[in-house]
């Protein structure tokens, strides 16, 4: 398989995450707000606003290959936020421990996946690449 195509099957497999995740937030709204309230963010009804606003807007930005390594940028920043606010497994003990250590890790890869998309670019599929 050729690297643009890579590229491009990347980009659907991390911008879709981010992207399904904000729109599912904003259509459970008082969920979203009460999982913010619950890790005990501050306002958390803005938190989940500036939350659903990155995942959109970075998701979109992925997937598309449009300012990509903005979006990129902004999702990996908030993927190590999210991992640290409401994942970090140190401190907790048995299987909450273990979960969120998996959870994690699996944040790890995804922040692994930014960097390597950020490196490479959105490839000739995305927009960017159609830009002059």
Request: proline share 2%; no cysteine; aromatic share 6%.
């Amino acid at each position: 398989m050729n690297r643009d195509v890579l590229l491009l099957l990347a980009r659907i497999g991390l911008g879709t995450v981010f992207l399904y995740s904000g729109l599912d937030k904003l259509a459970h709204w008082s969920g979203a707000v009460g999982e913010a309230a619950a890790l005990g963010l501050p306002l958390p009804a803005a938190a989940m606003a500036a939350t659903i606003l990155v995942q959109v807007a970075g998701g979109a930005s992925v997937l598309l290959g449009l300012r990509m390594r903005l979006g990129g940028a902004l999702l990996l920043l908030f993927t190590v936020a999210a991992t640290l606010l409401a994942h970090w497994p140190f401190g907790l003990e048995g299987a909450a421990f273990q979960q969120q250590l998996t959870v994690s890790l699996e944040h790890l890869a995804i922040v692994g996946g930014f960097l390597a998309l950020i490196a490479a670019g959105s490839g000739r599929f995305g927009l960017d690449g159609r830009r002059g």
